[in-house]
């Protein structure tokens, strides 16, 4: 039996699909199913687990979302499944030599409180996935590249990257999208025509203009967003909790915290942090707290209705940026 577990869940499928392969190189005629803790009912994962096939060929079951191995707060609807503990130690006790279970989790690490983790722990071959590094993304997303036989240069990858969520499963789509255009060069202006645009990315980027009274290109990324979501509302919600993190990410850097220890603090993705680090050592504190009551200000009367007008409300956004009167 496997327990595999990462922060990242396109790790976690490349080492499950590892696993599969040796077990199918050993027989191709392996059955493979895959269920969900969350989504499965685990009776029926139980049943199966139970189950020989018809000609007792080697089967592979796959059990992914396994959070209560985890100390992750459970919501209402993965409370339900705490009540099938029962269910999962009979299933970690199964003794069939040609039953291969793989359980998995997306998350940081595993509990060290809970007796049931301790157990699968104890019975598991357990892998854990460290999250890739900066360098391994980058080097990830040449080779792709490359592989595709498209030419494309350092620059434009951090370009790239700079333009995506860190996350890669998002990475990957869109480095296959881009490898099928018959461009043979990927430039920053294909990157710009054909990359998908992701609501944070245009958030983070509201936010850094917004924070550095970049004025014509926050109006001109501020009209992609309403373009695209039409929530005003929304935008201010957003603007003032990425400003937000940005100021306690300072706070925190002042106070002689390392990347590492403020993402742990903040519970947010350390590329999250070190980006932000980097474009905003130098911004005034006080400044963004300025910025920030601005916004929740500007919350409030929408909110209550004592303004409805979107272009009053960009004005008033506009009037809080250097440069403008």
């Given amino acids: 039996m496997y327990l595999v577990y990462s922060v990242d869940t396109f790790l976690i499928k490349k080492q499950v699909n590892k696993i599969v392969k040796k077990e199918l190189e050993q027989n191709s005629e392996t059955e493979i199913h895959e269920y969900s803790w969350l989504d499965s009912n685990l009776n029926l994962v139980l049943q199966d687990v139970r189950t020989r096939t018809i000609f007792d060929d080697p089967k592979i079951i796959i059990l992914n979302d396994c959070y209560f191995l985890t100390d992750k707060k459970l919501s209402e ?5 705490k009540d099938y503990n029962n269910q999962m130690l009979e299933i970690l006790n199964t003794n ?5 279970i793989i359980f998995t989790v997306c998350y940081e690490k595993l509990s060290k409180k809970a007796k049931i983790s301790k157990e699968f722990q104890d019975k598991c071959k357990v892998i854990e996935i460290p999250e890739l590094t900066d360098k391994q993304i980058f080097e990830y997303v040449e080779k792709k590249f490359q592989s595709s036989g498209k030419e494309i240069s350092n620059k434009d990858i951090n370009y790239f990257l700079s333009q995506i969520p860190n996350d890669l499963v998002v990475i990957n ?4 999208k881009l490898s099928a255009l018959n461009n043979e060069k990927i430039t920053r202006k294909v990157i710009d025509d054909n990359l998908t645009r992701y609501a944070e990315v245009d958030i983070f980027k509201l936010s850094d203009y917004f924070i550095n009274d970049e004025v014509s290109n926050f109006i001109h990324e501020f009209k992609n967003y309403i373009d695209l979501n039409n929530d005003f509302i929304n935008l201010i919600y957003l603007l003032a909790s990425n400003i937000s993190f940005t100021r306690d990410c300072l706070i925190l850097k002042k106070q002689h915290k390392s990347e590492k220890e403020i993402a742990e603090l903040l519970k947010a993705h350390p590329y999250r942090v070190k980006m932000v680090l980097q474009k905003n050592n130098k911004l005034d504190i006080e400044a963004l ?6 916004l929740y200000n500007l919350n409030n009367l929408l909110v209550n209705g004592q303004l409805n007008s979107e272009i009053i409300s960009e004005i008033e956004l506009l009037k809080t940026m250097k440069g403008v009167k």
């Fill in 173 to 176: 789509n869109e480095i296959q």
């Fill in 289 to 294: 707290n300025d910025k920030i009551l601005i």
């Fill in 96 to 100: 069939n030599e040609n039953l291969t």
């Fill in 77 to 81: 609807k993965e409370k339900k499944q």
